[in-house]
């Protein structure tokens, strides 16, 4: 990627992710998003429509946060997500300037490949029977945590950028 190319990662599509996460899951200061109480609720009709939709996306979202990172979920266990030889098209953290992959050793990796798993088999396609891992909005948060903090203490400190002010920039 060109540095121009990167620049827009940073300031374009990492943090829209990150805002499609957050809205509802309880996320600590600064980074809580509260949203009208009723769009939660299954009644009226429309609201639940919202709800969907937004959860849907939030399942998506982090998926794709887990995999920039570098995590994946394999036979219950975490493991790098980039491939031994991945297209040209494919991006990945470490082809950023201070961009790291996440270890599948740490002991949090388990949280995001366990988070990853359970967003493909909800969201991702189509599954029956498999008892997917837990996606609800406080494992999301929990993961969101996480992903910020490596972004945080990589990409978006070796670019001199606070993440923060970058999902907050419209």
Same mark, same amino acid.
């Given at each position: 990627?060109?540095?121009?190319?990167?620049?827009?990662?940073?300031?374009?599509?990492?943090?829209?992710?990150?805002?499609?996460?957050?809205?509802?899951?309880?996320?600590?200061?600064?980074?809580?998003?509260?949203?009208?109480?009723?769009?939660?609720?299954?009644?009226?009709?429309?609201?639940?429509?919202?709800?969907?939709?937004?959860?849907?996306?939030?399942?998506?979202?982090?998926?794709?946060?887990?995999?920039?990172?570098?995590?994946?979920?394999?036979?219950?266990?975490?493991?790098?997500?980039?491939?031994?030889?991945?297209?040209?098209?494919?991006?990945?953290?470490?082809?950023?300037?201070?961009?790291?992959?996440?270890?599948?050793?740490?002991?949090?990796?388990? %949280?995001? &490949?366990? =988070?990853?798993?359970?967003?493909?088999? !909800?969201? @991702?396609?189509?599954?029956?029977?498999?008892? $997917?891992?837990?996606?609800?909005?406080?494992?999301?948060?929990?993961?969101?945590?996480? %992903?910020? &903090?490596? =972004?945080?203490?990589?990409?978006?400190? !070796?670019? @001199?950028?606070?993440?923060?002010?970058?999902? $907050?920039?419209?």
């Amino acid at each position: 990627m060109t540095p121009q190319e990167q620049r827009e990662w940073l300031l374009g599509h990492i943090p829209y992710r990150i805002r499609a996460v957050l809205p509802g899951i309880p996320m600590k200061a600064p980074w809580l998003v509260q949203v009208e109480p009723t769009i939660m609720q299954p009644r009226p009709f429309p609201n639940h429509c919202v709800w969907a939709a937004l959860h849907e996306g939030r399942l998506a979202a982090m998926r794709w946060l887990i995999e920039f990172v570098g995590i994946k979920e394999k036979e219950g266990h975490a493991v790098n997500s980039k491939s031994r030889s991945p297209r040209v098209t494919d991006a990945y953290i470490d082809a950023f300037p201070g961009g790291i992959l996440f270890t599948p050793s740490r002991v949090d990796a388990q %949280i995001l &490949a366990s =988070l990853w798993k359970g967003c493909s088999q !909800a969201s @991702g396609h189509a599954t029956h029977g498999t008892n $997917h891992p837990d996606v609800s909005d406080r494992r999301l948060a929990e993961a969101l945590t996480v %992903i910020i &903090a490596h =972004l945080e203490q990589t990409i978006y400190r !070796a670019n @001199g950028i606070n993440l923060f002010d970058a999902v $907050h920039r419209l």
